[in-house]
């Protein structure tokens, strides 16, 4: 099966700046579509960035323009740049994979998920 494990939250002050990893193993037709979401306390998990099987990237509005995701040619790591951090930022940031192929910010299409790695961002 798929596993995927984070690395590299922490804390930063506002509008300073974080790279996210993720590092995927397993069959390679059930990682075709990743995505980074994100869950702040007493919120519903939310997609933030993703990648589909084409290789479109999409992002969630709020860091469109702030967040940068990528991913290799052999779909094993996906990298998220988070700059210009906001407090609302804050939050548990997930890896997510899927054997879907579109719809890359919707949580339901994602079978295989990392424990989290937690982004705090200070005023």
């Known amino acids: 099966s798929v596993q995927v494990v984070e690395s590299g939250g922490g804390s930063v002050q506002a509008g300073g700046s974080l790279r996210l990893s993720c590092a995927a193993s397993g069959p390679t037709d059930e990682r075709k579509m990743m995505a980074w979401f994100r869950q702040a306390p007493g919120k519903e998990r939310e997609g933030v960035a993703g990648?589909?099987?084409?290789?479109?990237?999409l992002y969630a509005s709020s860091v469109k323009g702030r967040f940068t995701s990528s991913r290799d040619n052999a779909k094993s790591t996906l990298r998220l740049q988070m700059n210009d951090l906001k407090p609302d930022d804050t939050a548990v940031y997930y890896c997510a994979a899927s054997r879907m192929s579109r719809d890359a910010l919707d949580r339901g299409m994602y079978a295989y998920w990392g424990q989290g790695t937690k982004v705090t961002v200070s005023s």
């Open positions: 990648i589909e099987n084409d290789g479109s990237v």
